[in-house]
């Protein structure tokens, strides 16, 4: 089951490890448009792919204003939602996490410098560190059309703004359906902090978030376990 996350971790220990682009690009400018943030405590939701949803997964659910977060499959068709399928490439799916956030809280756009700036290398085509293949790939799945908006005004922000070495290739598409994974993918980083995978690309994105995000980062054990 876990193969391919072994065969990453020795990789990664050779010196390959996610997220190299970002690394030197630790301050991204604010999105130019931006939802502003509502009045009232509500309800909102994210879709976003960049590697393996278990590190997506542990950033996100430290992010303030951030509610719930999932592991799953999205770009893909309901019958083949399922990892063994997902890992061999040819479904459609991408990895990816669905965030419930309160607009109160944190703007949609935040959480896309979130995304961009910690938890994943947007100038990677499909594949994320040790990780290859298109259920890899850098997407954003917008659920409306300011979404939408958003996340192409920003890219092409950061593209103009240079500020990484390569552009970004990250791709903006409609949500049409996001499968949560299996139980035993949800909340993996947290569960098995000693995973040498995790220690190894993941772990260090959560500590780059309370890094360069003090005012965005949510402790542990503010976290709600994930319900499936």
Known sequence: MYVRRHLATLIALSGLTACTAVASNANLPDPAYDAPKTSAHTTETAVLAGGCFWGMQAVFEHVRGVKHVWAGYSGGNADTAHY???SEGNTGHAESIKVQ????VIS???LLKVYF???????ELNRQ????GTQYRSEIFYASPQQQKIAQSYI???DTAKVFDSSIVTLVQPLTMFYPAESYHQDYARIHPD???IVINDAPKVTRLKQLFPALYQPEETIVEVQL
């Open 195 to 197: 995973n040498m995978y």
């Open 108 to 110: 949609y756009g935040q």
């Open 84 to 86: 063994d399928d997902v």
């Open 129 to 132: 560190g040790p990780d290859a």
């Open 101 to 104: 956030f309160d607009p109160a």
């Open 156 to 158: 092409a922000q950061l």
């Open 117 to 123: 700036a910690v938890a994943h290398d947007p100038t």
